[in-house]
């Protein structure tokens, strides 16, 4: 039996302990929050860049392909499981190296397995003058496998693929190259991202052309104040809102990638679904709706916020730029460290007063608080509480995981144009998709670039519930669907998506599967992953 004699092998090149069958261990790696996802044969657990070629090689003589994470955290897409039945997942958690951190250049090597917290804590335990630019899907979530997908952070590297080089990969025969100017052993390799030549860095994101297992990450030097920032629009707002703010994100005076949450979604940070107050009805009525906002005067239809960085005068200019732009249309607040400070003292004294105001007071300082931790490159699993949303029973004691949670959770995220026109557009077919299959729409908006932004959304819903779980899977098939056709595809596909992106006599994807018969003709390498044709085959 193929996968019998590959596992042996295998635990002879790495270790009897870190090679599994066992039914607990696959069905741990099997967990998903999307309805239905391929279960893995095998998981095996290198701990160097040698194990996994030995792993690759005897992956390629036993005809058992390998699908590799970093630490299996891409909630709402897949997680760790593989796109297709009859893979083993090779999880590369245990190579958790930062092998280099050079503050003079600002930039870390790291393995697949070091986290957003644990970066963040080696650069404060050694007092290096350096911050990293965080997503906010918590602090157990892998650097590599965030860059890989192409994510998207809060802060001034906003797109991380961009802001990473020298990706070490051990190819699908065996062989191990370092992208840019890492095959020349030169000075810059860590420095410079394209190298001489092709480049080849994109073929090893949202791709299946091998395994990554070294990367250098650019880091921010810290600056010499910071200032985040918070406004909130009413819906009908949004356009004149957008074409305000994209002046501003095309010259660079809001220099992050500065984000939009519409009320459901920061709703779904401050409660949980009100199931009674509801009668259990979905998805949320409007009277109820209002309700909830009444009780969090700061959530608007949409409320922005992001961060300045700079000298102090840069840092007053850019604020005054972003009050001007914005006059007639909102008013933006302001938080500094400082004035975060004097508001926990003064939340501390009120305390003891009992007034009213007191509740109030605390929500708006631990709001900012979270905003100015997470905006000075500190992550917090706390960002992860509003994925809780559709639950019935009390949440994981200890774990914010998604997973550990048993969340129901499909993420779409398309991409268009950074203009008002297109942002709505998008956002009534998200709209009217979602109330077709009676989810609330929680939308996110990321001005990802003066030019294109990011509405994602994400689909909340119980897994105990049959309905909601053959619900949400049919809503994710057709915001993916209506939203390819409408013009805006996902700039990130989960694994049951895939197939949407393309048919067999697709140029585009038949010069990518060519690729893939060149570099891997045996399969061995994540096969189905980013990978239409595979299922256009089957079918």
Not at 82 to 103: C, F, H, R, W, Y
Not at 181 to 199: I, M, Q, R
Not at 220 to 236: I, L
């Amino acid at each position: 039996m193929p996968i019998a004699d590959a596992c042996a092998a295998w635990a002879a090149a790495l270790a009897p302990d870190r090679v599994s069958r066992d039914a607990n261990v696959v069905a741990k790696y099997g967990r998903s929050t999307l309805v239905e996802a391929p279960q893995p044969l095998a998981v095996l657990r290198p701990t160097c860049r040698d194990e996994v070629v030995a792993a690759v090689k005897i992956a390629s003589q036993h005809a058992v392909p390998l699908y590799p994470i970093s630490r299996g955290r891409n909630w709402g897409l897949g997680a760790a499981c593989p796109p297709t039945a009859g893979q083993a997942v090779l999880d590369l958690s245990l190579m958790n190296k930062i092998v280099e951190v050079n503050e003079e250049l600002a930039y870390a090597v790291i393995e697949p397995g070091v986290t957003q917290g644990q970066l963040a804590e080696y650069l404060d335990d050694n007092e290096i003058d350096l911050m990293l630019d965080c997503t906010g899907a918590g602090r157990d979530v892998s650097i590599v496998g965030n860059c890989l997908e192409r994510g998207d952070t809060f802060g001034v590297y906003a797109d991380r693929f961009l802001h990473c080089s020298a990706l070490e990969v051990v190819l699908p025969n065996g062989d191990v190259i370092t992208t840019g100017l890492g095959h020349l052993d030169a000075a810059a390799t860590n420095l410079y991202k394209w190298g001489v030549g092709p480049s080849l860095d994109g073929l090893f994101s949202q791709s299946n052309f091998g395994v990554v297992t070294r990367l250098t990450l650019e880091l921010m030097p810290e600056p010499e104040t910071m200032s985040v920032y918070f406004f909130g629009v009413e819906d009908e707002q949004l356009e004149d809102l957008i074409e305000a703010l994209r002046p501003l994100r095309l010259s660079g005076v809001i220099h992050t990638a500065l984000h939009l949450a519409n009320d459901y979604k920061a709703l779904a940070a401050m409660e949980f679904y009100p199931w009674d107050e509801t009668n259990g009805q979905t998805p949320l009525p409007e009277s109820v709706r209002r309700r909830m906002r009444a009780r969090y005067p700061f959530i608007q239809g949409w409320i922005g916020n992001s961060a300045f960085y700079g000298t102090h005068d840069q840092v007053q200019a850019q604020q005054r730029e972003l009050k001007r732009a914005l006059r007639g249309i909102t008013r933006v607040q302001f938080v500094t460290p400082r004035k975060l400070e004097w508001g926990l003292r003064a939340l501390r004294v009120l305390a003891r007063t009992r007034l009213p105001v007191v509740d109030r007071l605390g929500t708006l300082v631990e709001r900012a608080r979270t905003m100015l931790t997470l905006m000075a490159g500190i992550p917090s699993n706390n960002t992860l509480l509003g994925t809780q949303w559709r639950l019935r029973r009390e949440p994981h004691e200890e774990s914010l995981d998604p997973l550990d949670n048993g969340i129901g959770m499909y993420w779409f995220a398309p991409i268009c144009p950074l203009t008002g026109e297109h942002v709505r557009r998008l956002q009534r077919l998200i709209e009217e998709i979602s109330a077709e299959y009676q989810f609330e729409p929680m939308l996110n908006l990321t001005l990802l670039t003066g030019r294109a932004a990011l509405l994602t959304n994400v689909v909340l819903y119980d897994r105990d519930d049959a309905s909601e779980r053959e619900r949400a899977a049919r809503c994710n098939n057709a915001l993916v669907e209506r939203g390819i056709a409408a013009g805006y595809p996902p700039f990130r596909c989960s694994i049951d998506s895939f197939r949407h992106l393309g048919a067999n006599d697709s140029p585009y994807w038949r010069f990518v599967r060519q690729l893939k018969r060149a570099a891997d003709p045996e399969g061995v390498i994540a096969p189905g992953r980013y990978s239409p044709w595979v299922f256009h085959d089957a079918s």
